[in-house]
């Protein structure tokens, strides 16, 4: 209980004093700047990554499609792994023609996924995708 009065109470007598002695003006002048500065870090974070997947990719089509992450056939390993991040897992296997790999994606309990995308020779195969 008293931690809940602490983790509670605590923030609220803050506040409620801090607001008696300064009034609601420069309270409120720094919650809206906070929220400035943390969008405006979001956006630029945005526009880093669009430039080096434009520097990188040159088609604006695909660049959209990885940026959003977007997974199709045909897509390089490359271009995979720009979209969604490194796999949780991958399980390789060596065939007489071709090389496969699966890259597990969203563990859901001991060797589970939720996601499951076949890499053939280094270019998205298909995927099997649970809910």
Request: hydrophobic residues 40%.
């Amino acid at each position: 209980m008293f931690a809940l009065v602490v983790v509670i109470g605590l923030p609220i007598y803050i506040a409620t004093k801090i607001f008696e002695t300064t009034g609601w003006v420069l309270p409120t002048v720094l919650v809206v700047g906070v929220v400035l500065l943390i969008v405006g870090a979001k956006h630029a974070q945005k526009q880093k990554r669009l430039a080096y997947l434009r520097a990188k990719y040159h088609d604006e089509e695909i660049v959209q499609q990885i940026y959003d992450g977007y997974f199709w056939e045909g897509q390089t390993k490359e271009q995979l792994r720009d979209a969604l991040g490194e796999p949780s897992a991958i399980d390789n296997k060596l065939l007489k023609t071709m090389t496969r790999e699966v890259w597990k994606y969203h563990p859901s309990g001991v060797n589970r996924y939720r996601l499951r995308i076949t890499v053939e020779n280094g270019r998205v195969a298909g995927w099997d995708k649970k809910t």
